[in-house]
């Protein structure tokens, strides 16, 4: 339900109440009231540790270098360097699709890992890891390089993967890049972002300098689009209709050739501006380049952003854009027309991680939804003022909630929808709220882009008409109630 802006604040004073005086000040500082007419100013604090004991959804910095940003590369092999968990649990998880064949030009999906045992944290892992490449060198002869992304146990016996790197790199002829990115580091997996694209910085650009390259002024680089149900493919759709030429995707069906071309392009268009932004920036300062955040969920944000786009363009590339839109216009209608009857005044409750809670407000909004309640799993304070304009007075913000806040604000704000992560998933679905997968797309996608509008309108509609949610009750709330039953 929609609140007022003193609705919203009992709201919030009502979950802080049950925290030690310690613990309720500091939670105060992440939760607040959006309020538009302050847009631009810090709203809400953020990327700050999580309080110990509060169970928190976040992810580690090995997760954001690993799971994130490298790791989608598809033609380099990356290693888990220590313990078999880290390795298994980032594998595949993120639906990073990509082309090619797995295994000989292609290894997104497979897990490569040291496998630490208690000997290698006493004597140390770098033999093992200088043997790993070795063996992956014979194995996988078509690799085109290698990263190797340490987890925690690396940085705490001090293994010099720098060393090893520097010396296999020469031996076998090609980029190896260490990656300090042990998951104690910083206080969530956006600390990962930035070292990884520090070292792609260091060991990939600063190398391609002058490397040969056939421009055309219309070349241009998808910056943080990781392809999550082939997403970056609808993206390129949608550029390459426009006139635009895409040499690189980063990292989503990614190649290390392609990061090594970015230097050249006339325009960087950053999707995911918490995980990327930092690379992007470098290249401006280096080389010159413009960049601009662009937002391809639904249709009123996708023509805003190929017109913006277009700007940095000739005059044929602005023609050809209107007329790609007005074509556009006529599927999206279609869209519309069938799912807004049925979705209209429907409210969505999000939180997800550095872009969606959003960039997804928009494609809502196209389908007469109204976002309730918003927060970032690991944003930055800039995030959040970028978010407080797109939302209506009175929304709920938060950052970093606890697992006890977000079931709060649920069964107070009673949504039609939940989105969130896959950890929030089966605890709201049983609370009997349809739910959907935001950080993979509940295994459906792609979301963005033209086709990727039906499909995000399709799975709304599948997931909030579904007659189930109402035949759900929780177990905790059926157990008492079956208890009372027995009492009378």
């Given at each position: 339900?929609?609140?007022?802006?003193?609705?919203?604040?009992?709201?919030?004073?009502?979950?802080?109440?049950?925290?030690?005086?310690a613990a309720k000040k500091d939670r105060a500082k992440h939760l607040a009231v959006n309020d538009p007419e302050q847009a631009g100013s810090?709203?809400?604090?953020?990327?700050?540790?999580?309080?110990p004991g509060v169970m928190t959804i976040r992810g580690c910095s090995y997760a954001g270098s690993k799971g994130v940003v490298w790791g989608p590369v598809?033609?380099?092999?990356?290693?888990?360097?220590?313990?078999?968990?880290?390795?298994?649990?980032?594998?595949?998880?993120r639906r990073n699709y990509y082309s090619g064949t797995t295994g000989v030009d292609s290894f997104g999906t497979l897990n490569f890992t040291t496998d630490f045992q208690e000997r290698d944290i006493v004597f140390g892992g770098d033999k093992k890891l200088a043997?790993?490449?070795?063996?992956?060198?014979?194995?996988?002869?078509?690799?085109?390089?290698?990263?190797?992304?340490?987890?925690?146990?690396?940085?705490?016996?001090?293994?010099?993967?720098?060393?090893?790197?520097k010396t296999k790199s020469a031996e076998i002829?090609?980029?190896?890049?260490?990656?300090r990115c042990e998951g104690f580091r910083g206080v969530s997996q956006s600390l990962g972002h930035h070292i990884a694209n520090d070292t792609i910085r260091d060991h990939?650009?600063?190398?391609?300098?002058?490397?040969?390259?056939?421009?055309?002024?219309?070349?241009?680089?998808?910056?943080?689009?990781?392809?999550?149900?082939g997403d970056a493919w609808s993206s390129r759709i949608i550029l390459e209709d426009m006139g635009l030429r895409v040499v690189a995707q980063w990292s989503g069906d990614g190649t290390l050739a392609e990061m090594e071309n970015t230097p050249h392009v006339k325009l960087n268009l950053v999707h995911c501006y918490r995980s990327m932004n930092y690379i992007v920036r470098y290249m401006e300062e280096k080389n010159g380049i413009p960049w601009i955040e662009y937002n391809l969920f639904g249709p009123t944000k996708i023509a805003e952003s190929m017109r913006k786009i277009a700007t940095f363009f000739d005059d044929k590339i602005k023609a050809q854009t209107e007329a790609v839109i007005k074509r556009y216009q006529a599927q999206w209608d279609q869209v519309i027309a069938k799912y807004r009857p049925r979705l209209e005044g429907k409210t969505v409750m999000l939180y997800v991680g550095g872009l969606r809670p959003r960039h997804i407000i928009g494609a809502y909004e196209d389908l007469g939804m109204e976002?309730?309640?918003?927060?970032?799993e690991f944003a930055h304070n800039d995030d959040y003022v970028k978010t407080a304009p797109e939302l209506k007075e009175a929304t709920l913000l938060f950052d970093d909630a606890s697992a006890y806040e977000l079931e709060t604000f649920v069964k107070k704000l009673k949504p039609d929808l939940v989105g969130s992560g896959v950890k929030e998933k089966y605890v709201f679905q049983k609370m009997g709220f349809p739910f959907r997968q935001m950080h993979s797309w509940d295994y459906s996608g792609p979301y963005h882009g033209v086709d990727g509008f039906a499909i995000f309108a399709r799975d709304m509609d599948?997931?909030?008409?579904?007659?189930?949610?109402?035949?759900?009750?929780?177990?905790?709330?059926k157990a008492e109630a079956d208890s009372l039953q027995q009492s009378a």
């Open positions: 339900m929609s609140m007022s802006k003193a609705e919203t604040q009992a709201l919030i004073d009502e979950v802080l109440e049950v925290y030690p005086a810090k709203c809400v604090t953020s990327n700050r540790k999580s309080l598809k033609d380099m092999i990356h290693i888990s360097h220590g313990p078999i968990g880290c390795g298994q649990y980032s594998r595949a998880g043997a790993a490449i070795d063996e992956l060198e014979q194995l996988f002869p078509l690799s085109k390089g290698i990263s190797v992304q340490s987890e925690c146990p690396v940085g705490l016996i001090g293994d010099d993967i720098e060393a090893v790197a002829g090609k980029t190896i890049v260490p990656v990939v650009l600063e190398k391609s300098a002058d490397k040969a390259f056939e421009s055309t002024p219309y070349d241009v680089a998808i910056i943080g689009d990781y392809n999550i149900g976002i309730v309640g918003a927060g970032y599948l997931t909030i008409n579904n007659p189930c949610w109402s035949k759900m009750q929780a177990p905790w709330v």
